[in-house]
């Protein structure tokens, strides 16, 4: 559902072919899991709370994820 909502709706790019953007979302999902994580549970380890420390990692990934969003996953080419 993220996928259609974020290529039609965010993205505007339906005219676009949606195998390889897929293919690139999924990727991006798995990378982003792998990096809340490890920098969730490195966060932890330093001395944080598991809510600081998620807070943190997801104002962090937000922004990177939207900007990798916008110019590689649903990029217009």
Do not use: C, I, K, P
């Not at 993205?11 to 990096?35: I, W």
């Not at 809510?51 to 990798?68: G, K």
């Amino acid at each position: 559902m993220n996928f259609l909502l974020s290529r039609y709706w965010t993205f505007e790019v339906a005219h676009v072919s949606s195998g390889a953007q897929l293919r690139r979302y999924g990727l991006l999902v798995a990378v982003n899991y792998v990096v809340t994580v490890g920098a969730v549970t490195g966060l932890h380890h330093v001395g944080l709370d598991v809510f600081q420390a998620r807070t943190l990692t997801l104002v962090a990934l937000t922004a990177s994820t939207y900007f990798l969003y916008r110019n590689w996953v649903f990029a217009s080419r």
